[in-house]
């Protein structure tokens, strides 16, 4: 069946990094485009980036953009997310997602989700 873990998240000082891993299986990984989203509390859910299929273009959110970098393995079916120069308004659970359109029909999953927080 289709798995999405997410690994990585804890508690950093404002400044620190952390690197967050989400390991995929049970679908074909390199068709899909992948994404982290997070959602902290009492606010939307909110896209942090995103990696196209063969890993040769990337977005951003304007709130972290020079501070996080997406990447991805095809060959071990996981996608990254370095996070640098963390902020306490970055704190939030973060959640990978796979999305792809296939012959009209769009196929999207999601993770469980890690939880960052950044405090002192």
């Known amino acids: 069946q289709v798995q999405l873990v997410e690994s990585g998240g804890g508690l950093v000082q404002p400044g620190g990094s952390l690197r967050l891993s989400c390991a995929a299986s049970?679908?074909?990984?390199?068709?899909?485009?992948m994404s982290w989203y997070r959602q902290a509390p009492g606010k939307e859910r909110e896209l942090v980036a995103t990696?196209?299929?063969?890993?040769?273009?990337?977005n951003y959110a304007d709130s972290v953009k020079g501070r996080f970098t997406i990447s991805r393995d095809n060959a071990k079916n996981t996608v990254y997310l370095q996070m640098n120069s963390l902020k306490p308004e970055d704190t939030a659970v973060y959640s990978c997602n796979a999305a792809r359109v296939y012959w009209a029909s769009r196929y999207v999953y999601w993770g469980p989700g890690t939880q960052v927080t950044v405090s002192s």
């Open positions: 990696v196209t299929s063969t890993g040769g273009g990337t």
């Open positions: 049970g679908f074909t990984f390199s068709s899909y485009v």
